[in-house]
């Protein structure tokens, strides 16, 4: 298989896995099970989005797409962005209920944002 195809499965796999390991520790806050911060999901969804970036910078080597010149991958990073805070809100324990139900949409909403920019990759 070619470092593109092996960088795009392990992007995408990854970019999946990130949402998915995102909502399942927002349910576990919600259905009053903290106690995921004790355990492996405490590091494992670090560890997949470590991966998740690296693969990223790996696809900017072996494809032509260039951010600060191709929009849809520069709007993608500064959602990146968004992402990150606003998943750092929601998780928060110390936060209120609003602020952090807030933030959990914010950053759910970011992230199909870049899931639509990705698949998409519109041209702007
Ligand atoms: C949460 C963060 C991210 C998610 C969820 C995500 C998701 C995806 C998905 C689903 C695709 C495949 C789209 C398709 O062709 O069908 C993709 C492609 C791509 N991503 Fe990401 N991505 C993320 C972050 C990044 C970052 C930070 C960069 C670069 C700085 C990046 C660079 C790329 C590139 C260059 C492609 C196109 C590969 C190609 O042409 O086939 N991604 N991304």
Same mark, same amino acid.
């Given at each position: 298989m070619s470092a593109y195809l092996i960088l795009k499965h392990l992007h995408v796999t990854t970019a999946f896995l990130t949402v998915v390991l995102f909502a399942l520790r927002l349910l576990l806050d919600a259905v009053g099970?903290?106690?995921? /911060?004790? %355990?492996?999901l405490r590091w494992i969804p670090h560890a997949n989005d470590t991966v998740l970036l690296a693969a990223a910078i790996g696809l900017l080597f072996v494809t032509p797409w260039m951010p600060f010149v191709d929009g849809w991958l520069t709007a993608k990073i500064f959602l990146l962005v968004g992402y990150i805070i606003a998943g750092l809100f929601a998780l /928060?324990? %110390?936060?209120?209920t609003p602020v952090r139900i807030t933030a959990a949409v914010l950053a759910l909403v970011q992230v199909t944002a870049i899931f639509h920019l990705a698949i998409n990759k519109p041209v702007f």
């Open positions: 099970r903290p106690g995921w /911060r004790q %355990t492996p /928060r324990t %110390t936060l209120t």
